[in-house]
Antibody, heavy 118, light 110 residues
């Protein structure tokens, strides 16, 4: 059974970089799937952040592209998210996910709340 | 890219049917047959219920069905059960390797 687990600090200071990891179990990160991040600000809907393929090719939401880096570590079967210059507007539950051909998500992690505050 | 438009809430009694709409534009829902629907019980991992407009993943009850007409997609839940109470989100491929989501609909089983 595929499982994805987010990990990382739950509190980040304004202007700093948010960093999260997603550990994949039950599938190889080098499979034919893409791997992505989605977030949900409190009381709001979901927002696509971006995706990565095992070869390192990345695809980002244009509205976040200038601040986002998604990378993959095949040796650890993990992928990661970095979001720079965060503000309170980046406070959200961050989900990692397995993405089918950049079209839809077939597995999600449970999500992790990241709060941006001094 | 703007978010897809969903009603904030929907409700029905056990055994009834309820339909949730998801309205986009010709640039997303209207142009691609890549609409998906996700069920989210807060605190848990979301679950895909429908993909590619009307396909059900293995294990999803056939009480859940999807359709699309023009720029609007719909999710219908028939024979409502208590466990169907959750937040539902639609998403659509929007071209250029981007996906957009709806704002979510809270489904209440009365």
């Amino acid at each position: 059974q595929l499982q994805l687990q987010e990990s990382g600090p739950g509190l980040v200071k304004p202007s700093e970089t948010l960093s999260l990891n997603c550990t994949v179990s039950g599938d190889s990160i080098s499979s034919r799937y893409y791997w992505g991040w989605v977030r949900q600000p409190p009381g709001k809907g979901l927002e696509w952040i971006g995706s990565v393929f095992y070869n390192g090719n990345t695809y980002y939401n244009p509205s976040l592209k200038s601040r986002v880096t998604i990378s993959v570590d095949t040796s650890k079967n993990q992928f990661s998210l970095k979001l720079s210059s965060v503000t309170a507007a980046d406070t959200a539950v961050y989900f990692c996910a397995r993405v089918y051909q950049l079209l839809w998500i077939d597995y999600w992690g449970q999500g992790t709340l990241v709060t941006v505050s001094s | 890219q703007s978010a897809l438009t969903q009603p904030p809430s929907a409700s029905g009694s056990p055994g009834q049917s309820v339909t949730i709409s998801c309205t986009g534009t010709i640039s997303d829902v209207g142009n691609y047959n890549y609409v998906s629907w996700y069920q989210h019980h807060p605190g848990k991992a979301p679950k895909v219920m429908i993909y590619e407009v009307s396909k059900r993943p293995s294990g999803v009850p056939d009480r859940f069905s999807g359709s699309k007409s023009g720029n609007t997609a719909s999710l219908t839940v028939s024979g409502l059960q208590a466990e169907d109470e959750a937040d539902y989100y639609c998403s659509s491929y929007a071209g250029s390797n981007n996906v957009i989501f709806g704002g979510g609909t809270k489904l209440t089983v009365l």
